[in-house]
């Protein structure tokens, strides 16, 4: 059987756990599905909890799809906690190189590694620095930090999806209608953008004229070096 059916086999079975990223999983594997062999994913914040699926499972996730797409195709995660490392190391597959280390330097060693080897990355799903929903800018500026770290091997396909980056926007009671209680404002109140973990990157990315591929709970980019 083709390997990549058996992934969606699996993957639809799960894919409800995953609540709000559900729909950005779908689109992520769509992406990758448009993308040439090898698949390679780099991830920043490691699957830290067993069948916690609301947390995303998303290093479970990626070593599946890698597996099921074959030829030398393959997932690296990083995280700063050895205990995140130590539980992920015990339900991933060999085919993930895990390494305990803060992922803005290991980011900045892989990418003079993948230069100088020509590797060419299809994902970085960033996901490290958990969010304070009411002050998120130390995580958006950690993520940031993230992205500077890997700016140089971006090439124009390159995937940049930011966990926890759900829109933000100014909003209105709308009066007389139950079932939307509120409406986006319109101007001189800014349009919505990107909240969370990505907000910086999303700030980013406009100034360069990236693509903003999706926005749901998790944000994808691409196009950042054209
Ligand atoms: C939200 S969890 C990752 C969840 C995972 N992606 C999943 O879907 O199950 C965030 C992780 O980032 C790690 N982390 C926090 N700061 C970090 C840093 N500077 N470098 C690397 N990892 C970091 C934490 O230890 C934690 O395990």
Redo the contacts with the bound molecule.
Sequence with gaps: MNKNLDFYKWFNDISSKLGSREISFKKIFKYLDSQPNPIIIV???????KN?YL?????LLFDKYTLSRGEKSKVYT????PN?TKVCKEVVSENVAITT????RYLNKMSNDFLKNKVQVSMFYL????VDWRYPYPSAA?HLKELTAINRILHKDSLVVV?DSPATGNLTQNDGNANEPWKVLAEPSPSPTIGGKGFLVHEYAAHVGAKLLFSHYQAGWCQFNK
Excluded: P
Aim: proline letters at 0%; a negative charge; hydrophobic letters at 20%.
């Design positions: 991830e920043t914040g490691c699957l830290r909890n916690n947390d995303g499972q998303s290093t990083v995280d700063i906690n995140s280390d803060d992922s803005v996901d490290s620095f958990d950690h966990d």
